[in-house]
């Protein structure tokens, strides 16, 4: 990657999502990515699907072997591949699903945000802190309110 094209990154976040022992993924998320990445909001740079065995090791799933239902494409995805996810990101991955549980790790760039980045870079600015705060403790929050008034 050359300045320029580092100079127009959008800021890179990623996620882990975990999935029921249960209950296999069964790609009705998908669409909802594929629409992301249509509209230019967002660009995948990886999408990697894995285990965690009772045992603690985690093991790789290749998105083609998910059989997902509904004639999920699965093309945009399998390809996306940088190889920003090493070892070490897949032992933090591990230790936060789950065993028996699968798992999917995407990394991927808010181009949505890459005009803004790219001028606050350009004025020298630098982003010191980020966060997320899951739905789940929003909602919470919103109730620890409600029971407090």
């Not at 591949?81 to 591990?94: K, N, P, V, Y």
Request: glycine content about 10%; charged content about 25%.
């Amino acid at each position: 990657m050359n300045d320029t094209e580092f100079d127009e990154l959008g800021p890179i976040d990623y996620l882990v999502v975990e999935f029921p022992a249960d209950r296999k993924p069964d790609g009705s998320a998908l669409p909802h990515l594929v629409d992301l990445v249509e509209r230019g909001i967002i660009r995948v740079l990886d999408l990697v699907f894995v285990r965690k065995e009772a045992d603690g090791s985690l093991a790789g799933i290749a998105v083609e072997d998910l059989g997902f239902e509904g004639g999920v494409d699965v093309t945009l995805f399998a390809e996306a591949a940088t190889g920003l996810i090493d070892r070490t990101d897949l032992e933090e991955a591990a230790s936060v699903l789950e065993p028996g549980c699968s798992g999917a790790i995407l990394v991927y760039e808010n181009c949505w945000a890459a005009p803004f980045a790219s001028a606050l870079r350009r004025e020298g600015a630098q982003l010191v802190a980020s966060g997320r705060i899951p739905v789940q403790g929003i909602l919470a929050a919103l109730d620890a309110l409600d029971s407090a008034s």
